[in-house]
């Protein structure tokens, strides 16, 4: 604990600007998208998600003003109980469409929430916590077990809510986390190969609904005027923008993405502004990891490098899954782009994990006089 408190001012001068430029400038470029294509989706989207980007914005500021290290160690059982009471709630009370039902209304409001979310947050600042409890015996049987169970409880809830493409996002921050905590590459391999002989029995009990969509995300051609359509609509949009795009108010293969305000809109840009507007996009979101990957670098709490590297994990399988599936490459599992995407959860989500990464960056300089206890 603490001695010694870093000034407000301090704090402001400790931000890292160069994130918040970076993401500021991802979603001015989502909102400029959804406002170029509000003759086929409509003028809505691009107001409720410039409302979303200022309340992600008043999120992020406030929490990066917060000093982690106090706040978790209050918190960390706070944390780790509304992480699986999020999911629970999703399970028991979520609604949606294409089998997955991850959306919960708030009675009086006109809008739903998308818990699971929102759990990323606590989720890796309590399997941060956890690995660092661990870390003088990580390679240990043992503690490589309490962290598998630690996982797959958060896991195994989200399979439960029925969304793959947000389970292969846990999946991906544990195991980036896990690999930056020194975790021998042999329990690496020892997973993998059990994950390969557990898919067939895995197989036989998905929903079909889920197995049609891993098929044919692979091969939309197998399925063309269903499963595979969407994926088939957003590689034409990416084919017809070529390198400059068709500007604006231009094109008109985004017309056919039923979801091409949501999982689709990097598809959508492809169209508009051609190769220059995506290639912008993944330069941002680069630069954003590389930042995130030097503040964990510098980090003075071993389990705020942890958090770090989960924030980082997270925004690049969210990056890599859904610009696959927007070039019929990988399965369509409905994950957002990172600060792009249509939708207030995901936006003020990524917000907060930011709020979270500046607090770290803000309260990390040491003071020759400043004393931690513990």
């Known amino acids: ?39 086929a989706y409509g003028a809505n989207f691009y107001r409720t998600q410039l ?30 109980f509304v992480s699986i009471g999020l ?28 818990p699971t979310e929102f759990a990323k ?28 169970i630690h996982a797959m409880i958060i896991i195994g809830l989200v399979l439960l ?4 493409g947000m389970a292969l996002v846990y999946i991906a921050i544990a195991a980036f986390m896990l690999f930056s905590s020194g975790m021998s590459l042999w329990y690496f391999a020892l997973i993998g190969a059990v994950a390969v ?22 091969n939309p051609d197998l399925d063309p005027l ?9 590689r034409r949009c990416i084919i017809a923008g070529g390198f400059r795009g068709a500007g604006f108010d231009g094109g008109s293969q985004y017309f056919s993405l039923s979801q091409g ?41 071993t389990y705020a490098s942890y958090i770090c590297m989960g924030m980082a994990g997270m925004l690049i399988a969210q990056t890599v899954e859904n610009i696959g599936m927007c070039l019929a490459m990988l399965p369509v599992v409905g994950i957002t782009l990172p600060f792009f995407s249509y939708g207030g959860s995901s936006m003020l989500s990524m917000y907060i994990c930011m709020g979270v990464v500046q607090s770290i960056s803000t309260h990390n300089r040491k003071y020759y006089f400043e004393r931690e206890l513990g």
Not at 52 to 79: E, N, P
């Open 161 to 164: 809510s029925g969304d793959l």
């Open 121 to 148: 947050v606590t989720y890796i600042i309590c399997f941060a916590l956890h690995i660092d409890r661990l870390k003088p015996k990580i390679n240990h049987p043992l503690s490589v077990l309490q962290l598998g």
């Open 261 to 301: 305000q949501s999982d689709f809109l990097f598809s959508v840009m492809a169209e508009k502004f051609g190769f220059i507007g995506t290639f912008a996009y993944i330069v941002l979101i680069v630069l954003l990891v590389v930042r995130i990957l030097m503040i964990a670098w510098h980090t003075r709490k």
């Open 226 to 234: 269903d499963k595979g359509w969407q994926a088939i609509a957003s």
């Open 1 to 39: 604990m603490k001695e010694f408190s870093v000034t407000l001012r301090e704090k402001i001068r400790q931000i890292d600007y160069i994130i918040i430029i970076c993401i500021v400038t991802m979603s001015l470029m989502s909102v400029v998208t959804l406002a170029g294509a509000a003759d």
């Open 51 to 80: 409302v979303s980007m200022a309340m992600g914005i008043l999120c992020m500021g406030v929490v990066s003003m917060i000093d982690y290290d106090s706040l978790i160690s209050k918190m960390k059982y706070v944390f780790f």
């Open 197 to 218: 002989i557990a898919f067939p029995f895995i197989w036989n009990y998905m929903p079909l609904y889920q197995q049609q969509r891993i098929l044919v995300g692979f």
């Open 87 to 114: 999911i629970i709630a999703v399970i028991l009370f979520g609604s949606g469409e294409r089998g997955n039902a991850n959306w919960i209304a708030i009675p009086g409001l006109p809008f739903y929430i998308q």
